[in-house]
């Protein structure tokens, strides 16, 4: 069930432009990744990580480890619980991001809560490379409408599968 939560936190955020990590097990601490266009040809990383339990200062400092060795420039930590002062605290000491194409910076790691996507719909907001988005749509459509499914009569998952293959054509 966590990592149901986990799946939709990312790709409720994402607006369903993330790749959901499908490991079970140890996920290396990133629940999705994102991939921010950086200019006409090149993209750039963003690790996602969500928290359903008790959060701290130690959840972000991980997060940064992953970010560098995942050699991503951003990260989005999306937590169920408000985070705390030594949380805020530790995302700002990071140094900020600098995205080319935008022109501004952005903060490296982002604190988002669940709170703040279910009431004021907050949502990434940052230029998605295109292949990747695609491939994110298409895998979040069958997703959710696996999702779906389970909570229907059996003989469903058929339907889902026509529908896939038509995306393909």
Do not use: C
């Not at 790749?19 to 990383?45: R, V």
């Not at 529908?163 to 393909?168: K, Y």
Request: proline share 5%; aromatic share 4%.
């Amino acid at each position: 069930m966590r990592k149901e939560f986990e799946k939709w936190a990312v790709l409720t955020y994402t607006n369903n432009r993330a790749i959901i990590n499908e490991k079970k097990g140890a996920d290396a601490g990133i629940d999705g990744i994102a991939y921010t266009a950086i200019s006409a040809t090149d993209s750039a990383k963003i690790v996602l990580q969500v928290k359903s339990g008790h959060v701290s200062r130690r959840d972000i400092a991980t997060l940064h480890s992953d970010m560098l060795r995942e050699g991503a420039p951003m990260a989005i930590f999306i937590t169920l619980e408000p985070p705390t002062k030594p949380m805020i605290d530790e995302a700002k000491a990071i140094p900020q991001y600098y995205h080319p194409l935008m022109g501004k910076n952005y903060d490296a790691i982002q604190i988002v809560t669940i709170q703040d996507i279910l009431e004021h719909h907050a949502r990434l907001n940052i230029p998605m490379s295109r292949e990747v988005l695609r491939s994110a749509q298409r895998k979040a459509t069958a997703m959710q409408a696996e999702l779906m499914s389970d909570t229907d009569a059996p003989g469903d998952e058929d339907e889902v599968n026509d529908d896939e293959d038509a995306d393909d054509e």
